[in-house]
């Protein structure tokens, strides 16, 4: 029984890696969502005692195979559902400071692409407006996350320059928000991306709190935490974010890590980056050039 257990724990873990709607094995339907969770209706689709004998059959044939130093018996499955049998991309984002203006054009077509409530506060990406003066530290604003952009200010202080700074979540190879979560909710897909699996999030908002970059809010609405996702419903398509798709000057870059010539590795490869908080060890894959001392 012992080694039945086993099994499926192994049988499992194949499953989260595979995307797509639905896998079927025998009898058994396992539906999958985009985020990479496993639901498995028992009570609809087979009674305990067929569930469990199934399980153990399937289990029985996993470890059979891998005794025997086979290929996975679910080869042809794992390549119809994974980007035609090729490698995991790992993706990355690149912002350009310098050709940011602020025009909240990316804000603004993350709310209506991912449905983010239109209140203020609710945010998966948004823009900050940096101006440094001759004396004392940068004055930072982001009126209504610079969806509307960003009005002049006459307050009277000496400006040395201003410039503004695209945020959003840094889908860290380290994260903090997957290691606090106490249920699993937050987690990180292979291909880099940090998600949130609405069915199991309880809103307890312990991500929320632990993220130093302050990228997630709880929804107002479905009281579970949300942040931006790379847009994971487009990019598994091979589209690009949202924001990105929008931006009039190319300030936000897309692509795979692994990829020489994609995208991102050439942003990074002509110009002098850096990452958000480096000292935090969290390894964000959003990646910025130009991004002057001052920016936290």
């Excluded at 009005?151 to 700074?165: H, N, R, S, T, Y």
Aim: hydrophobic share 40%; with cysteine.
């Amino acid at each position: 029984m012992l080694v039945a257990q086993q099994g499926l724990k192994r049988f499992r873990e194949l499953i989260l890696r595979l995307t797509g709607d639905v896998i079927c094995v025998g009898n058994v339907t396992i539906l999958t969502l985009q985020l990479w969770t496993v639901k498995m209706d028992i009570q609809t689709l087979l009674s305990r005692k067929q569930f469990l004998k199934k399980g153990l059959q399937i289990a029985g044939a996993w470890l059979l195979a891998s005794s025997f130093g086979l290929k996975s018996i679910f080869a042809k499955e794992i390549k119809a559902l994974t980007s035609a049998g090729s490698a995991v991309k790992k993706y990355a984002m690149g912002i350009n400071v310098s050709k940011c203006i602020g025009c909240g054009r990316c804000a603004a077509a993350c709310k209506k692409e991912n449905k983010v409530p239109l209140e203020p506060h609710f945010f998966r990406t948004w823009i900050e407006r940096y101006r440094i003066p001759v004396k004392g530290e940068p004055l930072v604003d982001s009126p209504n996350g610079g969806v509307d952009g960003f009005p002049e200010v006459k307050d009277g202080q000496k400006i040395l320059k201003a410039f503004f700074v695209p945020k959003l979540c840094n889908h860290c190879a380290n994260p903090p928000c997957v290691q606090v979560c106490p249920v699993g909710a937050t987690f990180r897909t292979p291909d880099g991306v940090v998600l949130v699996d609405e069915e199991y999030c309880v809103g307890c908002r312990y991500c929320i709190q632990a993220c130093p970059y302050g990228a997630r809010y709880m929804h107002p609405v479905k009281h579970v935490a949300d942040k931006c996702t790379f847009c994971y419903h487009r990019i598994n398509k091979g589209l690009l974010p949202a924001c990105v798709e929008v931006c009039p000057t190319q300030a936000r870059i897309f692509g795979e890590l692994d990829s020489e010539s994609s995208p991102i590795r050439r942003f990074i490869r002509f110009n002098r980056t850096s990452v958000l908080k480096p000292a935090l060890n969290t390894k964000p894959v959003v990646f910025y050039a130009g991004a002057e001392g001052e920016v936290r």
